[in-house]
């Protein structure tokens, strides 16, 4: 696992365990705090205004009705990438321009389509055979040579990134925070040279894909949800109604109550992260929130582990235990989260008591950049457009599968990502 991780990212945080771990993660958790989040607003701001200008174009000039059904994945793959471009490491990719670009080419073929099926057992068998059996099983394969290649193009691009982000010296974007940061730090402490190289592989793959999806997953349950999309829209419109200036601020997003429970409760519904595998540093005990009976008929209320153990953390199932989020967990109610029962509720996630961002020191560094996206994408788009779903057949009917380790809206029979909607204008 391990080895793959660092074929792909190189020697950044994903890849990190143990020691190396802490001390990465010591110096990159200040580049993801909130005021310096914060500070990356206007640019989340000019990106989704771009996604509703090309949107409306596409729309009103594909259909004089002024709507369409639109593949929204494909156009918030396009701005989470620009975003994490300039925000994450000063590139611009001007995907949402039209431009093409060889690192969004090399991007793109990592991740297309679902797994055939003999990978999907080696992954399996992955932890179970001995490294050496699944270096003969690996290493000649097709997969292994492209991401050989990936890695290669990813390190002489990102060597150019941070050699440029040194010689300018004051950029905003994370890299150019982290760089700074690393400088000053006890030499013992810091990064190395390839460690930092290695992080804009790890922000790339960490901090795009994942946000688009997430979003897509969004407007398919507001597509379904209308007076839902009311409510949100209701709730835009009542702030702007006490301002005299354009943009929203930080505080006016964080204000929308109901909208953050929509998006909190699209997390809870659709974590694109379904399952994570963890592995035990020493031997530990588990403790169960309420006893369980195993196979023998013996009543536990505590696992022990032994170190080296692998556990997976089902992320899935967690976010939809009815114990925990009542009878009604299979249905999309925000209003869950304005009235919640908190003494019901462990303290579980760095995020809205869920799962989808994991927890603990290696939970996800970039929850506040995710949220934050999420929420000025969400409030320009709702502004300016109605999401419906289109009439359901088997070509547009949507299940969730596993891309790119992720899980995407698929259609059957399909091999890329797909979430066709009927978008309106509201412009009149
Ligand atoms: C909705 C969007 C996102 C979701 C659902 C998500 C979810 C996750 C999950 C489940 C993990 C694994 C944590 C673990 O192993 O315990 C993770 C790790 C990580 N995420 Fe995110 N993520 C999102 C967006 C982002 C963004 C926007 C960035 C960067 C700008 C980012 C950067 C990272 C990094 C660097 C790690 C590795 C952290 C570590 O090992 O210490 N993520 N994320």
């Given at each position: 696992?391990q080895?793959?991780t660092?074929?792909?990212f190189?020697?950044?945080?994903?890849?990190a365990t143990?020691?190396?771990?802490?001390?990465q993660?010591?110096?990159?958790n200040?580049?993801?705090s909130?005021?310096?989040?914060r500070?990356?607003?206007?640019?989340f701001?000019d990106?989704a205004s771009?996604?509703?200008?090309?949107l409306?174009?596409?729309?009103?000039?594909?259909?004089p009705s002024g709507?369409?059904?639109?593949?929204m994945i494909?156009?918030?793959s396009?701005?989470?990438?620009?975003?994490i471009?300039?925000?994450?490491?000063?590139?611009?990719f001007g995907s949402?321009?039209?431009l093409?670009?060889?690192l969004?080419?090399?991007?793109?073929?990592?991740?297309?389509?679902?797994?055939?099926r003999y990978?999907?057992i080696?992954?399996?068998?992955?932890?179970y055979?001995?490294?050496?059996?699944?270096d003969l099983i690996?290493?000649?394969?097709?997969?292994?040579?492209?991401?050989?290649?990936y890695?290669?193009?990813?390190?002489?691009?990102s060597?150019?990134?941070?050699?440029r982000?040194?010689?300018?010296?004051?950029g905003k974007?994370?890299?150019?925070v982290?760089l700074?940061?690393?400088a000053?730090?006890?030499?013992r402490?810091?990064?190395?040279d390839i460690e930092?190289?290695d992080?804009?592989?790890t922000?790339?793959?960490?901090?795009?894909?994942t946000t688009?999806k997430?979003?897509?997953?969004?407007?398919?349950e507001i597509?379904?949800?209308?007076?839902?999309?009311?409510?949100?829209r209701?709730?835009i419109?009542?702030?702007?109604?006490?301002?005299?200036?354009e943009?929203?601020?930080a505080?006016?997003l964080?204000?929308?109550a109901?909208t953050?429970?929509t998006i909190k409760?699209?997390l809870?519904?659709h974590?694109?992260?379904?399952?994570?595998?963890?592995e035990?540093?020493?031997?530990d005990?588990?403790?169960?929130?309420?006893?369980i009976?195993?196979?023998?008929g013996e009543q536990?209320?505590?696992?022990?582990v032994?170190?080296?153990?692998l556990?997976?953390?089902a992320?899935?199932?967690?976010?939809?235990l009815?114990?925990?989020w009542?009878?009604?967990?299979?249905e999309?109610?925000?209003?869950?989260?304005?009235?919640?029962?908190k003494?019901n509720h462990?303290n579980?996630?760095?995020?809205?008591?869920l799962m989808?961002?994991?927890?603990?020191?290696?939970?996800c560094?970039?929850?506040?950049?995710?949220?934050?996206?999420m929420?000025t994408?969400?409030?320009?788009?709702?502004?300016?457009?109605?999401f419906?779903?289109?009439?359901q057949t088997?070509?547009t009917?949507i299940?969730?599968?596993?891309?790119?380790?992720?899980?995407?809206?698929?259609v059957?029979?399909g091999?890329?990502a797909?979430?066709?909607?009927?978008v309106?204008?509201?412009?009149e």
């Open positions: 696992m080895k793959s660092e074929l792909m190189g020697r950044g945080l994903v890849w143990g020691e190396i771990h802490r001390r993660r010591g110096i990159m200040p580049a993801f909130a005021p310096q989040m500070t990356f607003l206007p640019m701001q990106s771009k996604l509703a200008q090309m409306k174009e596409e729309v009103i000039d594909a259909e709507q369409l059904v639109v593949d494909g156009w918030l396009r701005t989470t990438l620009d975003i471009g300039e925000l994450g490491f000063g590139f611009q949402l321009d039209g093409e670009n060889p969004r080419k090399q991007n793109e073929s990592l991740f297309i389509g679902t797994p055939p990978r999907l080696l992954k399996t068998l992955w932890y055979l001995p490294e050496l059996l699944l690996y290493l000649p394969t097709p997969r292994y040579r492209q991401l050989r290649r890695s290669a193009f990813m390190r002489n691009f060597q150019g990134i941070v050699e982000s040194i010689i300018e010296g004051d974007d994370v890299m150019s982290l700074r940061a690393n000053s730090e006890d030499p402490r810091t990064l190395s930092m190289v992080q804009i592989a922000l790339l793959f960490a901090g795009h894909d688009a997430s979003l897509t997953w969004y407007l398919y597509a379904r949800n209308p007076e839902c999309q009311e409510r949100v209701a709730e419109a009542a702030i702007r109604a006490n301002k005299w200036v943009k929203l601020s505080t006016d964080e204000s929308m109901y953050l429970a409760e699209t809870r519904l974590p694109i992260v379904n399952v994570m595998h963890k035990a540093t020493r031997d005990v588990i403790p169960l929130s309420s006893p009976v195993t196979k023998s536990v209320s505590s696992i022990p032994r170190k080296g153990t556990v997976d953390l992320v899935g199932v967690y976010n939809r009815p114990e925990i009542g009878a009604d967990a299979n999309f109610k925000p209003e869950r989260f304005l009235d919640i029962d003494s462990s579980i996630g760095v995020f809205g008591n989808t961002f994991s927890s603990g020191p290696s939970g560094i970039g929850w506040r950049f995710a949220v934050l996206e929420q994408i969400i409030v320009t788009l709702l502004e300016n457009f109605e419906s779903p289109p009439p088997e070509k009917r299940y969730r599968k596993p891309a790119g380790g992720l899980m995407a809206p698929m059957e029979g091999r890329c797909w979430m066709g909607l009927v309106k204008s509201l412009e």
